[in-house]
């Protein structure tokens, strides 16, 4: 069981919602909040890597929450907000037999 003093940051999960549909057919699309919880963030140094002749800041981390309906449903499909940047969720996985604990393997400096 993990202690509850180790989850000190707040998570905003989000999910792209399908919009309205403008006279020409367009769908405006957007995201919405799925869920906030409370999580525990380790991340990792930066790499930057060249590509296409620019310099590209990529950043990786792991976050942890506790497990619930609501956790198990996040996918990579989805997005998180923490510590003011947008990372995109590349893989979820459970951490404890229990299924007390899932972690998330971030991003950032990627397409969300």
Known sequence: MVK???YRERAVFQR???GAVDDYGNVYTGWSSLA???ADMRE???KERISGG???DVGGATLRVRSDSTTQAITAADRVVIRGY???IK???QVDAK???LEFLLERGVAA
């Open 91 to 93: 893989d979820v996985i």
């Open 36 to 38: 906030t919880r409370w």
């Open 54 to 56: 620019a310099l590209a």
């Open 44 to 46: 990792r140094t930066g």
């Open 4 to 6: 509850a003093g180790t």
């Open 99 to 101: 299924d007390t604990v």
């Open 86 to 88: 947008t990372w995109a």
């Open 16 to 18: 792209l919602s399908e």
